[in-house]
């Protein structure tokens, strides 16, 4: 699996590419993001390891540019730590965050997490299942986890595939945003983790409902959580 580093940094890549290498990845690298949108187009990248303070294009630029044209999995490694930073980052098209300085084992993890999610809802092409119909138009092959609207596969990023999911396994309930996180992110609830599901929730919407500000299938219960239709 190859794995594309970018960052301005030499000192970082290489303690990327020394750290990846050891768990038997293949690493390329890049210094800013416009060299990292022609090789994640050029193909054979499996995930992207961004910064965001880059020369030419920041990381949130490229990626932006990238969902153009792939669902690539983005892991951000930045220095940047507020919400308004990782906000922004996820609205890109990014799929998880790290903040500098970082724990190799949780980097590895994320990476492998990333990995594993995307070779099973993007990757893997299981074909024809156990369909379910839902509002809007919006039909599901439980098998696969392929999720279509008006016939059309919609492509979700990982977190977004991984709330829907999980509010369809409890279909009717209302579950919280701290329960959410939890489940989806693995990691501990912070002041922080509302803004990640809500930001997440909303791109979720926008590819799923007719109107994503009056939602049909994925609803707010105000003080409580999301409840799936």
Request: hydrophobic residues 40%.
């Amino acid at each position: 699996m190859k794995i594309l580093v970018v960052d301005d940094e030499a000192d970082i890549r290489k303690i990327l590419r020394l750290l990846l290498q050891k768990q038997g990845y293949t690493v390329c690298e890049a210094t800013n993001g416009t060299d990292a949108v022609g090789l994640v187009r050029d193909g054979g990248i499996g995930i992207v390891i961004m910064d965001i303070m880059m020369p030419k294009m920041n990381g949130v630029e490229a990626v932006a540019q990238i969902r153009g044209f792939s669902n690539i999995p983005v892991l951000f490694l930045t220095a940047r730590s507020l919400d308004a930073d990782k906000e922004e980052a996820y609205l890109s098209g990014g799929d998880d965050y790290l903040v500098k300085p970082f724990s190799a084992k949780e980097l590895l993890l994320k990476v492998e997490s990333l990995l594993r999610r995307y070779m099973i809802y993007e990757g893997k092409n299981k074909g024809e299942g156990r369909v379910l119909s839902l509002a809007c138009g919006i039909e599901v092959e439980l098998d696969s986890k392929t999720v279509r609207k008006n016939g059309e596969t919609v492509s979700l990023r990982d977190k977004e595939s991984d709330i829907f999911f999980y509010l369809l396994d409890r279909r009717g309930q209302t579950v919280s945003s701290g329960e959410i996180f939890e489940a989806v992110w693995a990691e501990k609830v912070l002041p922080s983790s509302a803004n990640n599901v809500m930001v997440n929730m909303l791109n979720l919407r926008k590819k799923l409902e007719d109107d994503y500000q009056s939602p049909k299938l994925i609803k707010t219960v105000w003080g409580k959580g999301y409840r799936f239709e």
